[in-house]
Nanobody, 124 residues
Framework: VQLQASGGGSVQAGGSLRLSCAAS????????IAWFRQAPGQEREFVAV???????SYADSVKGRFTISRDNAKNTVYLQMNSLKPEDTAIYYC???????????????????WGQGTQVTVSS
């Protein structure tokens, strides 16, 4: 199983970016895919998740600004990030798991597979 995160970059506050997580080596439609992020000196934190059935959930800090979606035909999950803030600066990782339950979707230790991360930098 491979997860390839891409789409990061440097933007000014208020700008937008779209991250992609392309998966291979798995039956994609069965998997729950999540985004986590890690800022310098901080622990990795949950950002958003989309289940195999399309159900989504977000961290409070990104609700209303970020949108997660999936394209099963392309084995890809997207994270559309709008109204970016300097505090969104982090390395963003995607993660996948087939059997994760709803109550555990925000817990990084519950995910079996991880991508390599993509850097997002938001300047004020």
């Amino acid at each position: 199983v491979q997860l390839q995160a891409s789409g990061g970059g440097s933007v000014q506050a208020g700008g937008s970016l779209r991250l992609s997580c392309a998966a291979s080596g798995l039956t994609f439609r069965r998997y729950t895919i999540a985004w986590f992020r890690q800022a310098p000196g901080q622990e990795r934190e949950f950002v958003a998740v989309i289940r195999y059935n399309g159900h989504t959930s977000y961290a409070d800090s990104v609700k209303g600004r970020f949108t997660i979606s999936r394209d099963n035909a392309k084995n890809t999950v997207y994270l559309q990030m709008n109204s970016l803030k300097p505090e969104d600066t982090a390395i963003y990782y995607c993660a996948a798991d087939e059997r994760i339950i709803m109550s555990s979707m925000a817990l990084e230790n519950e995910y079996d597979y991880w991508g390599q991360g993509t850097q997002v930098t938001v300047s004020s």
